[in-house]
Nanobody
Framework: QVQLVESGGGLVQAGGSLRLSCAAS?????MGWFRQAPGKEREFVAA????????YYADSVKGRFTISRDNAKNTVYLQMSSLKAEDTAVYYC????????????????????WGQGTQVTVSS
């Protein structure tokens, strides 16, 4: 079992920045960030593979968000810049434990463990 603990959420003005962290208690194949706004479906934000650092981003955040990893700390980060009101959501990190052939980082069902979520609120 892998436990994931997110931190770094908060209230920020539009145009500002926040950095989210996700500390994992064990190893995994890949990590992802997802978000869910009130009344909306959960959506993919970004993902990174531990072994080679390959990343994927949702089109809505590309160029504004950066996902990174610290292998020594077993921690993944999501640096969010140029934040918009529509980025307001609860952000969840997730871990995919094992490599299973092709990688589908955008698919939430592929992830095995999820954090408790951290609220990000962007005021306009």
């Amino acid at each position: 079992q892998v436990q994931l603990v997110e931190s770094g959420g908060g209230l920020v003005q539009a145009g500002g920045s926040l950095r989210l962290s996700c500390a994992a208690s064990g190893s995994s194949y890949a990590m992802g960030w997802f978000r869910q706004a009130p009344g909306k479906e959960r959506e993919f934000v970004a993902a990174i593979r531990w072994s080679d650092g390959i990343t994927y981003y949702a089109d809505s955040v590309k160029g504004r968000f950066t996902i990174s990893r610290d292998n020594a700390k077993n921690t993944v980060y999501l640096q969010m810049s140029s934040l918009k009101a529509e980025d307001t959501a609860v952000y969840y990190c997730a871990a995919e434990i094992d490599e299973r052939g092709s990688w589908y980082p955008r698919v939430g069902a592929k992830y095995d463990y999820w954090g408790q979520g951290t609220q990000v609120t962007v005021s306009s």
